[in-house]
């Protein structure tokens, strides 16, 4: 997954030094591989959001779900696509405290009770009140999911496999559009309700192919040692990132790290609260970062296409079923294959020439989209119109080469552990709130003005790239703790850089991992 001479790239020169020498790849290792395969599986969590999105666009082109729904448009069409968001964004802050009182896992399996029920309401619904119901409780499965998901795999990865795992999370997205795109395709024409029953059934699919993933992961070592459960963290690391080597140089110095920075934070940190993401400046930096980027993520002008696929290749002059359909069953693939592209060269390119190639690639599309829009508006061809689409599959791809992995991957690893449950329930708030906004006002601005909303979002990308130039740190080559000194508040929450490793260099790999600790009384 990363060769030896991208370690540096990955984690640093400090911890690549721990690292084994001449060592042998992930995958001849057994338990690196058991635990990777965990973690791959659990990417596929992340797909009932991109499913959801997905089969709207779908149903959107079904007559039978369309008439089922009496003919939804404008504000009560915002509100169907915006319920599960709704759903969601109430949860969030539960979650976050489940995760840190209750543990990742457990967390994670409270999911799945709103995921079958709500797959199951929607499957059988009765009536289009049932059917919106049945998407508020999908929300909150999903929630749950993707509130603490993305915490217990950054936080159990090997180190020079963390920034690739955690960012593949996303990708799961594609996944789930990709799964829907096609049921609803397979379904077009079915002259009954089951063309939008199946794929509501078939929600439940992905999230039953990662239970023996979940089962078979161990707890997160990060929430371990906060419960005071050392001894099992201290196993952990042993045997995952150790092959069960008790004099690994490697697991004493994770164990160390974890242990000083969640002390460290607790003694600064009397109390956990959101109100502690707003105490120090290197906080609000973050907050702002998080809140941004959750926005950010949903305002770039790709949900216009998005939700709304069908109306805009109307717009355009595609308006058949079959036609509508394909496309939809086509971005997927093309979305996913550009966001697993981004999430695999996370740690080659860095985050911020992600983040920065990105913004601009979808800058210059965007700006295409329109110009072609605005002439076929104004009576050009059908080619014209047409010519729109690759445009549209290119806004896409830049958008997943970078904000697809990096969206939750990125705001995990900013922040240190007391507040990362909250960090990422912060974000995920400000993404379904965007969201919600987004699916409420995109229609409504789609059919009074039309291509001219495109402009909105090419100001907001050109403000968007400033703000991720100025503002967003690079974090490749660093490990969790570590972030303490990129945001500049070492002195509170993190080791003093190099004295872990001094002090495991001092005591010789021959002593065991629980051996090798630091104290604040130590480093006073």
Known sequence: MVSNHNHNKSVGAEFAALLPANDKAWYKKPTLLYLNFCLFSLFLLSSGNGYDGSMLNGLLALPQWVNFMDKPTGSWLGFIAGSANLGSIVFFPIVAWSSNKYGRKPTIYMGYFFIVLGAGLQTGAINPVMFVMSRLVLGVGAAFFQGCVPLLMTETAYPTHRGILTSLYMCGWYVGSFVAAWATFGTRNYDNSWSWRIPSLLQLLLPALVLPGLFMIPESPRYLVSAERHEEARAFLVKYHAEGDESSALAAFEFAEISRSIQMEREFQKSTSYKQMLATPANRKRTFITVFLGIFDQWAGQNVAGYYLPPVLASIGIKTV???????????????????????????????????????????????????????????????????????????????????????????????????????????????????????????????????????????????????????????????????????????????????????????????????????????
């Open 322 to 524: 079959t036609q509508q359909t394909l496309i939809n069953g086509f971005l997927q693939i093309w979305n996913l294959i550009c966001a697993l592209t981004g999430a695999f060269n996370v740690d080659r390119f860095g985050r911020r020439f992600l983040f920065l190639s990105a913004t601009v690639g979808m800058l210059i599309s965007y700006i295409l989209i329109t110009g072609l829009s605005a002439t076929f508006a104004k009576g050009g061809s059908t080619a014209v119109g047409t010519a729109v689409v690759p445009f549209l599959f290119l806004m896409y791809g830049f958008f997943s080469l970078a904000f697809t992995p990096l969206v939750v991957a990125y705001p995990v690893e900013i922040w240190p552990y007391q507040l990362r449950s909250r960090g990422l329930a912060t974000m995920l708030m400000s993404t379904v709130t965007a969201v919600f906004f987004n699916i409420f006002v995109n229609p409504i601005a789609l059919d009074s003005i039309q291509w001219r909303y495109y402009l909105v979002f090419v100001f907001i990308l050109a403000g968007g790239g400033a703000i991720i130039y100025f503002v967003f740190p690079e974090t490749r080559g660093h490990s969790l703790e570590e972030m303490a000194r990129v945001f500049g508040d070492e002195e509170t929450t993190g080791p003093v850089e190099g004295e872990i490793a001094e002090k495991i260099a001092h005591k010789g790999t021959s002593y065991h991992a629980d051996e090798v600790n630091t104290t604040p009384e130590e480093t006073a």
